[in-house]
């Protein structure tokens, strides 16, 4: 007969025992949680202390570079809120241009992009700094070909958002 009770005391402390599916460090609390559990933690605030702000807020630019290779168009858009409207923008401007099958030819976002063109090449890149897309672009174009320069840089940085 001890096996039907220790089986019973065995239950009767899994069952006391309090189950979260994730635990915070000490000196934090469970937030942003719905009746399932919780997202994150946050520390407590003590009684002369209040809690941080959270950090400014950054919204994604994007930039992109069009290029029509048979007419040798081509355009930019830089500091758009998205990919499409970034592609959209600079195709409008490739055809402006002169283009008339522009194709994006890089696109970019929170960097900087540049585009390069030699005697018969024409080549983009993509960094953090304006100074490393052109150098980077350069330096890809003069493999292929002679007389490489650069022909458009930008950069399409996050802008802050409060």
Request: hydrophobic content about 35%; proline content about 7%.
């Amino acid at each position: 007969m001890r096996a039907p009770s220790l089986l019973f005391g065995l239950i009767f402390l899994l069952a006391s025992v309090p189950v979260r599916a994730q635990w915070c460090p000490p000196g934090y609390v469970p937030i942003g949680g719905d009746h399932a559990g919780w997202k994150d933690c946050a520390p407590v605030a003590g009684p002369n202390q209040s809690i941080p702000e959270p950090g400014p807020e950054w919204a994604t630019r994007w930039g992109a570079i069009a290029v029509d290779n048979v007419r040798s168009a081509w355009g930019y858009a830089d500091g758009a809120s998205t990919k499409k409207l970034a592609s959209k923008a600079t195709v409008g401007a490739c055809k402006k241009n002169g283009g008339k099958k522009c194709k994006v030819y890089i696109a970019y976002y929170n960097q900087c992009g540049a585009l390069a063109s030699g005697n018969d090449w024409i080549t983009s890149y993509r960094a953090p700094e304006a100074a490393q897309a052109e150098s980077g672009a350069v330096e890809l174009c003069s493999q292929a070909t002679q007389n490489c320069g650069v022909v458009h840089s930008g950069c399409s940085y996050p802008e802050r958002i409060d």
